[in-house]
């Protein structure tokens, strides 16, 4: 085989207190299929933003090598005019174009901006066959389910003479016939001398296609394996991306565990535009009172579809599924509902979902609960000002008033607010969607000791996480969770980190049938 | 590096003049919240003082404030609903239709079918009532977008209007009706050479204003939150009276207090409390902040959106009265433009784009200023041409100078 067509020699990438990658390397041979494996928040889509020019030249260390020659991409356009190409998760086509403009958008067959149509469609089709996607090049985008849609991306890519295929967690959002089809098609790509990087979460995958594997943790590249003839064991792959310190400080409890306070019973939920798929399917669990329960999955698991599905229906559709509460079925169809049965669900997305940026951190603060401020549909400012001023005290929200706006406070301080916002709301069931992530060390603990008093507190918590050290540390009980199923529940004293990610990347494979 | 300074005999730490925070330090911070209200209040006083020294005088003269108020009144009435439906949001492109459609039926009531005015009035007002809820529900239940709905209000009450007047204008209405928009206070008491009950009123304004000062920094002082420092207090007072002691002064050396002010005033301060104080108002800022943060945090919004739309059907209902009142018929051609003036103000007057932002007092500021810019360049001759393309440059100069403020203060 030739040499590496790709060289990635020491790349540090460091965004406003967190280092995202340190002196990562990574080596792809000339036509081969490499995957990249790592944890939620390990480095892989920063790598690959890197590579595509995403980040450009300048915004990062390191040296990029591709074919040999030094490359110093300024945006996505320069990595493509070079044969790199990256398929992102969430596919980038227009939907009410065709598929011949999808293919050549901004690639156009043109001259002096006139398009012809004869070489487009010719040349669509013609792509169209070498991606085994039996569709004429008219159809409309929106008329494509996913897995077509993701073999006309590949198709764009082709157009643009791709010599170096990135395909961003290809299969996540496919049925198993599909799947099956997108990764023939790789191999079939690598015959015709066109390299692949494939991110993915599926190790039966990457043990099909891939040649090698690099593990990334943490923003380091721990090892890169040569997959040969014989295969490679998952639990090897496992062992890699796991084993993550336990360096924070978690804080030491006596849990005090009481009744089953909270239920949720074979809970069903399709996606809101494609009813065809299950992102949720038959999830039960149970927290008791006293008790932090985690939930833990990979990208894609269904966790926060769950948690805001049982939140006020606030994803997807429901299909099927009740929720109890100390043992009587109570109705949650909208927020309101379940915020008045003492539900209350932290979000992982502060920013689009959590907070009110331009407003105060006090009026915040006092948003799902402004009744307790307000006498006579009368809201006291002043009374809100007091409660905002003593969580400020009591959280430590590093701010100088009450009445600063919380889109100029830092990651860990919103959070902190809309911390607050939850526990002024005083619910009797806290669900934390990612609590810590995007936030400092220091920030993280206060939290960590936060989640631990509500807890001591008697209320029942769930926290979502994608860091494995992070559930071991604070939760009592851990639910796993991998393609919307959960596939496991494990007491803290028998979890380790090799057995919950076995359990995350358990695949159903036998279960797809359409319901 | 070696630093020179002046360092005092006693102790660095020694406190500044004064207790508390420096008085540059808390006018600063009371003016960052506020860039774009104190900045309008401040553009709206130059603007006058232009006028008044380019008009001889003549703007500030106590008929001319008359007329200016009876001129803009029905554009401050929309300029209040359309700051509520903007800060959720929304938008709003019908009301000019709907205030001409409500004027004509008013104007049908009365005069065809011969009904008293003041069921008439109501009449209207719950046609208003029932036009804002019927493109609140397409709005806010059905998810369509506001610019499209109001976009078809704006042709189907046109079109109402034209229909119901069959083209021509229906005149002349009662007495009672017509003072709506031309009436004043009631002469009483004494001659003077003052409109007695103005100054009565005037007092009682100005009592319960430093009342409400007085109270509000007291229970700020007792929840043990920063208040301004008393000179700089004492100083507001003094602005205050003497604001209003001038202004009625300048209202009662004429006819007294319009009626229309009286609306004005009692719906500036309904719905200033209304959007400050309660809960509904809240909600309308966080729904226009952020809609999917509210709606998780429990907000009920589409009742919230609905309600804003029926509220400004009232208020264009309430507009098209004052309007037809003050030119004594219903007419085909009333309300054009109106919705335009309307969102203008509450532009210029500190609402956002995107939603959240803006308050009721903004949006009366914001007409003002489109008030006195008509009726000044009115006053020294400047055609409607030229005013029309000065009153843009103004709206977007206003937006324009708040887009870049917040993008200095990097938000």
Known sequence: MAGPVLEMRSISKEFPGVKALSEVNLTVAAGEVHAICGENGAGKSTLMKVLSGVYPHGSYEGKILFEGEPCRFRDIRASEQRGIVIIHQELALVPYLSIAENVFLGNEHASRGIISWHRTLTHAAELLRQVGLDESPHTRIADLGVGKQQLVEIAKALAKKVKLLILDEPTAALN?????????????????????????????????????????????TIETIAIGSEGISEDRIIRGMVGRDLEHRYPERTPEIGEVAFEVEDWTVRHPIDQQRTVVDGASLS?????????????????????????????????????????????????????????????EDRKQLGLNLIDDISRNISLSALGKVAR????????????????????NIKAPTVFTRTGTLSGGNQQKVVLSKWIFAEPEVLILDEPTRGIDIGAKAEIYTVIAELAAQGKAVLVISSELPELLGLCDRIYTMAEGRITGEVARADATQESLMRLMTMSAASSNEQV | MAQTEIIPDSSPKAPQAGPG??????????????????????????????????????????????????????????????????????????????????????????????????????????????????????????????????????????????????????????????????GFLPEVGPHTN????????????????????????????????????????????????????????????????????????????????????????????????????????????????????????????????????????????????????????????????????????????????????????????????????IKGLVLLAAVGFDVYNKRRAGS
């Open chain 1, 176 to 220: 198993d016939e599909d799947s099956r089809k997108l990764l023939d098609l790789i191999l079939e790509l690598k015959a015709q001398g066109i390299s692949c990087i494939i991110i993915s979460h599926k190790l039966n995958e990457i043990a099909r296609v891939a040649d090698s594997v690099t593990i990334l943790r943490d923003g380091q």
């Open chain 1, 287 to 347: 927290v008791r009172r006293g008790e932090i329960v985690g939930i833990a999955g990979l990208m894609g698991a269904g966790r926060t579809e769950l948690a805001m599905s049982v939140f006020g229906r606030s994803y997807g559709r429901w299909a099927a599924g009740r929720v109890r509460l100390h043992g009587r079925e109570i109705r949650t169809r909208t927020v309101p509902e379940a915020i008045g049965h003492g539900i209350a669900y932290v979000t």
């Open chain 1, 376 to 395: 006579n549909g009368r809201v006291n400012r002043h009374e809100e000002a007091k409660v905002a001023e003593s969580f400020r005290h009591t959280m």
């Open chain 2, 21 to 182: 925070p420096s008085l540059g330090g808390v006018l600063a911070r009371a003016l960052r919240g506020n860039v774009r209200q104190y900045g309008m209040l401040v553009a709206l006083a130059l603007i006058v003082l232009l006028f008044q020294i380019w008009t001889d005088g003549i703007l500030l003269q106590p008929l001319n404030i008359t007329n200016l108020i009876q001129q803009n009144g029905y554009i401050l009435i929309l300029a209040i609903g359309m700051m509520i439906v903007i800060i959720a949001g929304h938008i709003d492109l019908s009301v000019g239709s709907l205030a001409a459609f409500v004027g004509a039926a008013a104007a049908v009531m009365m005069v065809k079918h011969h009904l008293p005015w003041p069921v008439a009035v109501l009449g209207a007002l719950v046609i208003g009532a029932l036009a804002g809820a019927w493109q609140g529900f397409w709005i806010a239940y059905l998810g369509i977008p506001s610019f499209i709905v109001t976009l078809a209000g704006m042709l189907l009450f046109r079109g109402g209007t034209q229909i119901l007047l069959q083209g021509q204008s229906v005149a002349p209405f009662p007495k009672g009706f017509q003072s709506i928009s031309s």
């Open chain 2, 194 to 389: 003052y409109h007695n009950l103005t100054v009565l009123l005037g007092l009682a304004v100005l009592a319960v204003a430093i009342l409400q000062e007085v109270r509000g920094r007291r229970q700020t002082a007792a929840y043990g939150l920063e208040v301004l420092p008393l000179g700089l207090f004492l100083t507001k007072l003094a602005v205050i009276t003497a604001a209003v002691v001038a202004f009625t002064m300048l209202l009662a050396s004429y006819h007294g207090v319009p009626i229309v002010l009286l609306i004005l005033g009692a719906l500036l301060v309904g719905f200033g409390y209304l959007m400050r104080n309660s809960i509904i108002g809240r909600h309308t800022y966080a729904i226009g902040g952020n809609e999917a943060a509210a709606k998780l945090s429990g907000v009920k919004s589409k009742r919230v959106v609905f309600l804003a739309f029926t509220n400004m059907g009232v208020l264009a209902a309430l507009a098209g009265l004052v309007f037809a009142a003050r030119l004594n018929a219903g007419t085909p051609q009333a309300g054009i433009n109106f919705e335009l003036e309307a969102i203008a103000a509450a532009f210029i007057g500190g609402a956002s784009a995107s939603g959240g932002v803006g308050t009721v007092m903004g949006a009366i500021i914001g007409g003002l200023v489109l008030g006195v810019l008509n009726n000044g360049m009115s006053l020294v001759g400047v055609g409607t041409d030229y005013q029309q393309v």
